[in-house]
């Protein structure tokens, strides 16, 4: 084999290299010893055809394995050779002009992790801003929990349902005078102003009574995912049979009881430890941003573009993705472009950042384990459809890149963890309110060298109004760790579809894929996407 390098060019690498056709046909040999006790053919015992004919009948195929294997080796070798780092997947690409027979000419291009000093760690501090989870907190959560079993009560014959009220209701829907697969339903529950149903739907059931007739029209959602349906108008025909309004909870042993609790001190036990692992979890949440903040003004190094590429895109599809789920999503849209230089300054972070723990993990010796990695993918399994969930695993334990995406986010816990451990950490009690004020305060600037200011006295701007959410963009809470590196040139089967919402697609009241399936009767018109 023979390596000549094409580019050298900050982080870019290209190389040419020569497979000879010496060393192909060498492999076509031993995969002719690998299959020949397996090959039949008529007039030859088992085993004994020779190893010529074997040739002539499979030549193409063997060649094509052979070549494939040459070229996988031939990238590792040079890998190893020219000690490189690859960012992502090298671009591997068969010159056009190969024949059978002749010296195969490959081109490898890549970018190159660039390198990075051991970053120090000496001199981190950080404030722990911790909040009790006192008896105020713990009722809150419970007349939360209560809220979200909210109980229905029949009202007078002669009452007009009103928002928060829950309507029962016959409906028969058509486009274009038309009816259309799963369209009709009896006894749905609908309670108006929950957004369960599309746009526009709820809205008119306002001042409705038991017994009224209504015809209801709407414009199905342009991501709705019944391609026929795709905004399209329709009409429901709707019959009111019950308006019932919300029952009082009352928080008592009662209400416990109801929940197979044995007394309400019991749930309020329950309700305090989540109390409790959500107050930590802010509390690291703001203790891990300032920590990345102090990394992050600490070094600057030029990060591999195409990772830059890979994670920017991430951000820009969900934030495209929550744009269509507001009132004007064009405009939010539009307001969102505005924002794309800052945004990109956000992927260049998460990249610097994510390469920042690699190396400080790899220099202190943070690992996760096989036992870890095992419980992380029976974990992912599990978004999947059972049939697939076997394929899956067998995937992401096959694909190296694969497996360094799902460790990613667990080595770097282990890494901040690490790093919580080593530094001068002080304490100070607040409030959950002004817990939660510190972390959003930190959502709306991008801080690294050259940002102008300390780290630790930001002159946050206010967080825009824009119609577009801004979750994507949470700096802190997406990092990723450098993947691992993958044998190059070799393509990973795609791992299996995830699992999705029942219905059929042809059926119009197709669930969000997080919410549980219900017959098609009972759903005329549900909201065809939810936010990820």
């Not at 190059?488 to 299996?496: F, G, T, Y």
Request: proline fraction near 6%; charged fraction near 35%; hydrophobic fraction near 40%.
């Amino acid at each position: 084999m023979k390596t000549v390098e094409t580019l050298n060019e900050g982080l870019k690498r290209e190389y040419r290299v020569t497979i000879t056709a010496k060393d192909i046909d060498a492999r076509v040999d031993d995969e002719v010893k690998s299959i020949a006790p397996t090959v039949r053919m008529p007039g030859f015992r088992p085993g004994k055809v020779p190893p010529n004919l074997i040739r002539k009948m499979h030549g193409d195929a063997l060649n094509a394995d052979a070549l494939n294997k040459a070229i996988d080796a031939g990238v590792r070798d040079l890998m190893a050779k020219e000690k490189l780092r690859p960012a992502l997947q090298p671009a591997v690409a068969l010159d056009e002009s190969y024949e059978r027979g002749k010296d195969a000419e490959v081109t490898v291009a890549l970018e190159v992790l660039p390198e990075i000093a051991t970053p120090s760690i000496d001199g981190l501090k950080l404030e722990r801003l911790t909040v009790p989870a006192d008896d105020k907190a713990v009722m809150a959560k419970i007349e939360e929990f209560a809220a979200q079993m909210k109980r229905f009560e029949d009202a007078p014959k002669t009452k007009k349902a009103a928002q928060g009220d829950q309507v029962i209701i016959d409906f028969a829907g058509s486009v274009d005078g038309v009816a259309f697969d799963g369209g009709t339903g009896e006894d749905m529950a609908v309670e108006i102003g929950s957004g369960q149903l599309i746009p526009g739907f709820e809205d008119q059931l306002v001042g409705a009574k038991v017994g009224d007739a209504k015809t209801i029209k709407v414009t199905f959602p342009e991501e709705y995912p019944v391609e026929n349906l795709k905004g399209q108008p329709a009409e429901f025909a709707v019959t009111v049979k019950e308006v019932k309004v919300p029952a009082a909870s009352k928080i008592d042993d009662e209400f416990a009881k109801s929940l197979g609790l044995e007394s309400l001190d019991k749930l309020k036990e329950l309700m305090k430890d989540q109390v409790e692992q959500e107050l930590n979890g802010l509390t690291r949440t703001y203790m891990k941003r300032k920590l990345l903040d102090q990394l992050a003004a600490a070094h600057d190094f030029d990060v591999p573009p195409t990772m830059v590429e890979a994670e920017f895109g991430q951000i820009w599809q969900q934030l495209e993705h929550e744009a269509t789920h507001e009132a004007d999503p064009d405009a939010a849209k539009a307001e969102l472009e505005k924002d794309r230089d800052e945004y990109r300054s956000i992927a260049v972070r998460r990249v610097r950042l994510g390469l920042l723990l690699s190396e400080i993990g790899q220099a202190h010796g943070v690992q996760v384990s096989n036992q870890e990695m095992q419980r992380l993918i029976m974990q992912a399994a599990q978004q999947y459809r059972p049939e697939d969930r076997s394929r899956f695993m067998d995937y992401v334990q096959q694909d190296a890149l694969a497996a360094a995406q799902l460790r990613a986010p667990l080595y770097e816990d282990k890494v901040v963890d690490f790093l919580f451990e080593k530094a001068d950490v002080s304490d100070r009690e607040t409030t959950r309110e002004e817990l939660e004020a510190a972390i959003e305060a930190d959502d709306d600037h991008v801080h690294g060298p050259g940002c102008g200011h300390d780290h630790h006295d930001h002159d946050h701007k206010p967080a825009k109004k824009a119609a577009a959410k801004k979750p994507a963009a949470k700096k802190e809470e997406a990092v990723e760790a450098a993947p691992a590196k993958k044998a190059p040139a070799k393509k990973a089967e795609p791992a299996p579809a995830k699992a999705e919402a029942k219905p059929a697609a042809k059926k119009a009241p197709a669930k969000a894929a997080e919410e549980k399936a219900e017959p098609a009767k009972k759903a005329p018109a549900k909201k065809a996407a939810a936010k990820k």
